[in-house]
């Protein structure tokens, strides 16, 4: 029996070493003019991602999008190029820890920090005195609150906020269900870098896909793309790190939840119903009863988490119909 035992070792061991140590994967020709299109600045020694765009002549607006958990600014190439039609300027950037910026290990990462590079690419890009409008999703969601209760409480680099777009992100603890690995990645503690290790792509677009409604899953080659992100500067390592913010939205749930139900600023939530994160309809009664200043707009019934990806037509609609009713 040991000699058996022994025999497995000797052959697993270099094989999970092997495994362990594989390379990311290469960009897809769209992931590499993605990338090529963009830029980078330096936040506090890290360097971060970021598209900025011209659009509309005439327009001076600007619009400012925010991606979700655990994707990146990829996220708004289904509808880049129609928000460039109807805004003179659209920016994204990939948060500190996704995508295509640095993804420092043993890193304390925090929606704060988050806001703060937002602030600090606002003002690199010469547009801390403008008027923005915030479009955002998921992860993006809980930043942008962060964004909007400094706003409102005239904090010092704050932006200036002209509107609020928010989608599918987990306002509220009460009515979010993060999935399974993501609780277990963010509590599991010295268990967690095995566990990141440990993740390959099969185990990552089985999860991703479950948050897609059945008739709008992402192709392979979108699947595809999502992973190459998150491997890129090998992102899979600080995944358990980044993931504190689930428990930083429980902990500062009155900060953030505060500032949406006492905001001035216009206000405006695309949903996507089929959302097993944020389940409809306790999520969307939720919202409705707290932030009653706001709109609401319910997409079609078998549009999940991701609705920009899997309803770009009718998300573009729904914000343009926010935009142009103030």
């Known amino acids: 029996m040991r000699e058996w035992w022994l025999l497995v070792g000797l052959i697993c061991v270099p094989l999970m070493a092997v495994y362990l140590h594989i390379p990311p994967p290469a960009l897809s020709p ?12 330096n936040f506090k020694g890290s360097n971060i991602f970021y598209r900025d ?3 509309a002549v005439g327009s001076s607006d600007v619009v400012v999008l925010l991606h979700g958990f655990p994707t990146s600014s990829y996220d708004w190439n289904k509808i ?7 805004f003179h300027r659209v920016v994204a950037l990939d948060f500190l820890g996704f995508g295509f910026s640095d993804k420092p290990r043993g890193h304390r990462y925090s929606v704060f920090e988050q806001a703060s590079v937002v602030e600090a690419l606002l003002a690199h890009l010469g547009l801390g005195g403008q008027r923005v409008n915030l479009l955002a999703h998921d992860y993006g969601d809980t930043v942008a609150l962060e964004l909007l209760y400094r706003s409102d409480q005239n904090r010092t680099g704050h932006l200036t906020i002209n509107s609020l777009c928010l989608s599918n ?8 269900y993060p999935r399974w690995i993501q609780t277990v990645l963010k509590d599991v503690g010295l268990l967690s870098p095995v566990l990141t290790r440990l993740t390959n792509y099969m185990m990552f677009s089985r999860s991703v896909g479950q ?40 902990k500062h749930r009155d900060r953030w939840v505060g500032a949406l139900t006492s905001t001035l600023v216009p206000l405006h939530m695309i949903y996507g119903p089929l959302d097993p994160v944020n389940p409809h309809p306790d999520f969307l009664l939720r919202y409705k009863y707290l932030v009653q200043r706001s709109t609401v707009t319910l997409l079609d019934k078998h549009v999940g988490h991701y609705p920009q990806l899997e309803d770009p037509l009718g998300f573009l609609n729904a914000y343009y119909g926010f935009i142009n009713s103030f």
Do not use: C
Request: charged share 15%; net charge negative; glycine share 8%.
């Open 211 to 250: 948050v897609f409604g059945p008739y709008t899953q992402p192709t392979d080659e979108e699947f595809w793309d999502m992973w190459t992100s998150l491997r890129f500067n090998d992102g899979n390592l600080v995944m358990d790190s980044v993931l504190q913010f689930l428990n930083q939205r429980a």
């Open 53 to 55: 765009s011209l659009g």
């Open 80 to 86: 880049w190029s129609a928000l460039n039609q109807r």
């Open 169 to 176: 992100g987990g306002l509220f603890p009460e009515t979010h």
């Open 30 to 41: 769209a992931l590499q003019k993605w990338y090529n299109s963009g830029e980078s600045f």
